[in-house]
């Protein structure tokens, strides 16, 4: 099961996050902190899955962005990780202005904020459309 999804860049600054789990406010400082410095010190050869206190991290870097997803101990970690990349393939597809428009280092910055601006009800018609026409049309 999921608990947790966060984006960050790499000077470790949360640009989005997601608790499925109850976790009171002033915790979820430290907890961020912490798991971001456990990914980000992390070198590139070394795999992608931490264990960390009572859950797992699975992580994955793309351009200046990380995504960490803390899972529990009995979640496929593998499976977690392709979960990563086909959501970043269908926020690529959806906000492809965004990522063509900027340097490479930044797109992913700017597209996460275009999304945390954006009107709810506006994003989730339009998401729920092209996740139907991406997976439902195959």
């Known amino acids: 099961m999921i608990k947790f999804v966060l984006m960050v860049n790499r000077q470790g600054q949360t640009r989005l996050s997601r608790y499925y789990e109850s976790v009171e406010l002033n915790r979820r400082a430290a907890l961020e902190a912490d ?3 456990c990914c980000l010190s992390r070198k590139k050869d070394q795999c ?3 264990e960390y206190k ?3 991290l699975v992580y994955r870097q793309y351009a200046a962005l990380y995504i960490v997803v803390g899972v ?3 979640e496929n970690e593998l499976s977690i990780y392709e979960l990563v990349h ?4 269908v926020l690529d597809k959806y906000f492809s202005r965004v990522v ?7 797109s992913r910055l700017k597209l996460f904020t275009q999304l ?14 092209l996740v139907k026409k991406t997976f439902v049309s195959v």
């Open 35 to 37: 798991v971001v410095r």
């Open 48 to 50: 992608s899955f931490v």
């Open 54 to 56: 009572d859950f797992k």
């Open 72 to 74: 529990t101990d009995s």
């Open 86 to 89: 086909n959501f970043v393939e």
């Open 100 to 106: 063509s428009s900027g340097p490479a280092d930044g």
């Open 116 to 129: 945390r601006t954006r009107k709810r009800s506006e994003f989730s018609k339009s998401a729920v459309a």
